[in-house]
Nanobody, 124 residues
Framework: QVQLMESGGGSVQAGGSLRLSCVHSGSTVDTYCMAWFRQAPGKSRERVAAIFRTGDPTYADSVKGRFTLSKDDAENTLTLQMSRLKPEDTAMYYC??????????????????WGQGTQVTVSS
């Protein structure tokens, strides 16, 4: 059974930093097809950062240069370091994963495992 457990959300002022962690368990998790999504009230879901087999992590334009994605396979952890946070980064953040090694570059629709989410609130 796959579980994705997020932590590290909270409230911060604009310009501050937060570090989100996702600990995953379950032998079917494809650690090369993992990502962080976010969803703000009234807005569509957005893939913020993703890791693929084919190379370096990829980022949404809205977070490029401010967020850094990393994974530690020994600790079964996916981490999103968020810096220079803006009020528009306020959202529920979800750790997601696929299974089975189906993709070289996982499409947005690929992920079949989702965590419960952690709230990030950035005040101006």
């Amino acid at each position: 059974q796959v579980q994705l457990m997020e932590s590290g959300g909270g409230s911060v002022q604009a310009g501050g930093s937060l570090r989100l962690s996702c600990v995953h368990s379950g032998s079917t998790v494809d650690t090369y097809c993992m990502a962080w999504f976010r969803q703000a009230p009234g807005k569509s879901r957005e893939r913020v950062a993703a890791i693929f087999r084919t190379g370096d992590p990829t980022y949404a334009d809205s977070v490029k240069g401010r967020f850094t994605l990393s994974k530690d396979d020994a600790e079964n952890t996916l981490t999103l370091q968020m810096s220079r946070l803006k009020p528009e980064d306020t959202a529920m953040y979800y750790c997601v994963a696929d299974s089975g090694g189906r993709y070289l570059q996982c499409p947005v629709s690929a992920y079949n495992y989702w965590g419960q989410g952690t709230q990030v609130t950035v005040s101006s």
